[in-house]
């Protein structure tokens, strides 16, 4: 890790050259990743032969987005402790122009199995990108520094999703009978995305001397054992996984209030979305500006205090623009949530072992992704709740959980207290950590 003199801010941040590197590569595989994906979800709807193939395949395109992140997120982990996480991130990426060409190919023949393989390579590439992504933040920063990048980690990153995605449409509607020029978009963006890969300065790999697991689920199963021994990582990864669960069944409910209750326009549904991502996007930069130089986790019972109870009012509203503001709201309340519990995550875990433990917490974030799928399931189509009365649950349930932060990491209640004590003279330091336990 870097030396605490360094200076703080987001202007020396973006000043930085490898860490600015760093941010476009990250920029780019999220767009990318968007825009392939939007192309595939679209293009798989058009190119079925009815309506319900049609859903089938699109429902089959986010179940192969996410199958990856479960069987390879242990080999993710284990790579990312044993090599340098710079020269991870470079190799991982120059995968991604193998995989673009192939789908340049599946795109002039127009096979949907082919696209949904190449949307698996992808996704796949992502999950070997992803510790090494989040585990190189501590060893080539400053912690004065790390809740401010991961503020921009996670800015950028729901902005490529929230481009990627019209992008990905617009590319499609402008470009479907000409799927070599989309082919060629994609392979372009891949490979700036990992020329811009090779000015992330080099960090010395961890030096984990652990034998390789074959079976991933071991090293899954072997993180899942140190986050358990440690209740800071614990209830740290249980949060992000419930942020990903929760941004995951907030976003199928919305689609399904701009389609059911208000009966939106898709433009308009998509501005819905759009206003959630942005919003945690925004609220990821509050984050960091009000940590200052600390890892400041009395931003998290805040963060799921505000999600709740803005979730109760969204549950409760019947208007677009109402809708649309409370989604702002939920989600900006959800980046003052999720950037202190990744910085904490990344700073606690031991250096030998960071890869492994954010290769876990991967996997544990897509089994709430896969949960929010089958909630909503059970609650819209087997009980025919609203989709706002099932905003309003999730509110309720953030609110309670809010209070359940207090009571079982007691720690956070703390940094709460000291963080509006200080609000007036904060000392530069280190990270507010709660101790071991």
Known sequence: MQTESAPTGYLPLLRDRSFHSFLWTQFLGAFNDNVYKMIVSVGAVELAADQALGGRYLALSGAVFVLPFLLFAGYAGQLADRFSKSTVLKVTKSFEILAMIVGAAALLAGSIPMLLVVLFLLAAQANFFSPAKYGILPEMLP??????????LELSTFAAIVLGSSVGSFLFAHWKSEPLKLGGVLLAIAVIGSLTSLMIKHVAAAGSTEKFHVNPFAEVWSGSKVLYADAGLWWSVMGISYFWFLGALLQMAVILIGSESLHLSETHTGLLVTALALGIGIGSIAAGWLSHDRIELGLVPIGALFMGVCGIFLGLTHTFAGTLVWLSVVGFSGGLFIVPLNAYLQERAAPEQKGRVLATNNFMNMLGVILASGTLYVMHDSLHWTPNSILGLLG?????????????APSTLDSLLAWFRNRANVPAGSAALPPAE
């Open 143 to 152: 912690s004065s520094q790390l809740t401010k990048a991961n503020g921009l």
């Open 396 to 408: 309720v349930v953030t609110t309670l959980s809010a209070v359940g932060i207090a009571k079982f």
